[in-house]
Each structure stands twice: as C-alpha cells, then as structure tokens.
C-alpha cells in the first residue's frame, strides 16, 4: 500500500509565495508520475500540475503557468510544488497524487481518474 502525505498549506497574503510537499512510500517513487489538484468549495477538482517519473516533463493548468513549478527529489521521494504571486482564487484544497499507470498523452497526465492513490490534502487559503 503506497501512503501519500501533503504537506506546506497554509495562510497567506495575496501576492505571496508557498512550497507545498508531498512525500510517498514506496521504493519505486521514481517511477511514478507525481500530479497535484486542487478543490475549492462548491467546486469540482482541478488538474493544477503533473510531473513524470523521469522529471523531463511537466503539465500546468493555464491559470498557474508561470507562477507555480512542480518538482520532485526522487532520492527523497518527495515532490514539490512552488507557487508564487498567489491569487484568492487559488484558494483550495490541494492534494498530491500518485499514477501507477504508464501513459504518454498529456490527457492521462491531467485526469483525476488517472492517478491511484491520493494524499489527505492541505489547505491553501490566500486573502486578499
């Protein structure tokens, strides 16, 4: 069974930066595809950033392109995910997770279904 723990959420000003963590047991975390999303309140869950095994490839959700960069140490098994000039509407749940599955199209990268096992989510709030 494969665990996966966020952590680094927490409340800020807008305009400010936060690293969030997640780390996964496991001793094969290099090869998985890393992924986090996002939930807001009375909303669905968002794709926001994915990272594959190798590290060679990275996907964002439009809204984060620029601000935000996704990364992992696989020899600690832990990916990151740095976000800058946060806006209100970053606000969310964010969660952290793992794909056992091997694909190559970017749809497969950003679909929730995807991925297999989900960390508890930390919660990002920014005011303005």
């Known amino acids: 069974q494969v665990q996966v723990v966020e952590s680094g959420g927490g409340l800020v000003q807008a305009g400010d930066s936060l690293r969030l963590s997640c780390s996964a047991s496991?001793?094969?975390?290099?090869?998985?595809?890393m992924g986090w999303f996002r939930q807001a309140p009375g909303k669905e869950r968002e794709f926001v950033a994915t990272?594959?095994?190798?590290?060679?490839?990275?996907y964002y959700l439009d809204s984060v392109k620029g601000r935000s960069t996704i990364s992992r140490d696989n020899a600690k098994n832990t990916v990151f995910l740095q976000m800058n000039s946060l806006k209100s509407e970053d606000t969310a749940v964010y969660y952290c997770?793992?794909?056992?599955?091997?694909?190559?199209?970017?749809?497969?990268?950003?679909?929730?279904?995807?991925?297999?096992?989900w960390g508890q989510g930390t919660q990002v709030t920014v005011s303005s």
């Open positions: 496991g001793r094969t975390f290099n090869l998985y595809t």
């Open positions: 990272i594959t095994w190798s590290g060679s490839s990275t």
């Open positions: 997770a793992l794909q056992m599955g091997y694909y190559t199209s970017r749809s497969f990268y950003t679909d929730a279904r995807s991925y297999d096992y």
